[in-house]
């Protein structure tokens, strides 16, 4: 069955540092894959998204990930990371074919920021 | 930005009560779906929504539960008699198709079964 791994449940970095957050997926394919964040009390905004094509994939709020077939990740990244980026962030996947397109999310990694 | 629109945003309901959670897709899309996080644990698919009618459902998604859009812009999941374990927080979210467009999730409405 596929599977979405978040492996990191709690980061903390300091503002102004890099950030990488880790995703591993199991699907029978390449799925497509998505980043979402959560801020407290606030909904699932989707940061970015990948499909096919160019494998280095730029979101909203200066996020990026990568996605690596031979890896099974699609991490995400930002260079330098501010204070509101604290909040929960979520990988999701979903089957590329046809017939199923539930997503299947992983467990969440929640971002501290320390000033 | 067009957004989808939840409401309420919190209920509070006794078990075994029906409870009907209201959502307002983007305008112009066609696919409809609901989610649902328990505290501390995953975000769960439950059901998708394409032309009238159930195009997938978890196993989550038994009897109890139905949806329904009732006019042309309002989504609802209703929950048929409450129970304990059906607290948790419901998202509702849309996409203009299913192929390779992402869905679009509102703010969730947090239910609580008393």
């Known amino acids: 069955a596929q599977s979405v791994t978040q492996p990191d449940i709690h980061i903390t970095v300091s503002e102004g540092a890099s950030l990488e957050l880790r995703c591993n997926y199991s699907y029978g394919a390449t799925p497509y894959l998505f980043w979402y964040v959560q801020s407290p009390g606030q909904g699932l905004q989707l940061l970015l998204k990948y499909f096919s094509g160019d494998t280095l994939v730029q979101g909203i709020k200066g996020f990026e990930a990568e996605f690596k077939r031979s890896q099974s990740s699609f991490n995400l990244r930002k260079p330098s990371v501010h204070w509101s980026d604290a909040a929960e962030y979520f990988c999701?996947?979903?089957?590329?074919?046809?017939?199923?397109?539930?997503?299947?999310f992983g467990k969440g990694t929640k971002l501290s920021v320390i000033p | 930005e067009p957004e989808v629109t939840q409401t309420p945003s919190h209920q509070v309901t006794q078990m075994g009560q029906e409870v009907i959670l209201r959502c307002v897709p983007i305008s112009n899309h066609l696919y409809f779906y609901w989610y649902r996080q328990i505290l501390g644990q995953k975000v769960e698919f439950l059901v998708s929504?394409?032309?009238?009618?159930?195009?997938?459902k978890s196993e989550i998604f038994d009897d109890q539960f139905s949806v329904e859009r009732p006019d042309g812009s309002n989504f609802t999941l209703k929950i048929r008699s409450t129970k304990l374990e059906d607290s948790a927080m419901y998202f509702c979210a849309s996409s203009r198709g299913q192929s390779n467009q992402p869905q679009h999730f509102g703010d969730g409405t947090r239910l609580s079964i008393l």
């Open positions: 929504f394409y032309n009238n009618e159930i195009s997938e």
């Open positions: 999701a996947g979903r089957y590329s074919g046809a017939g199923s397109y539930q997503l299947t």
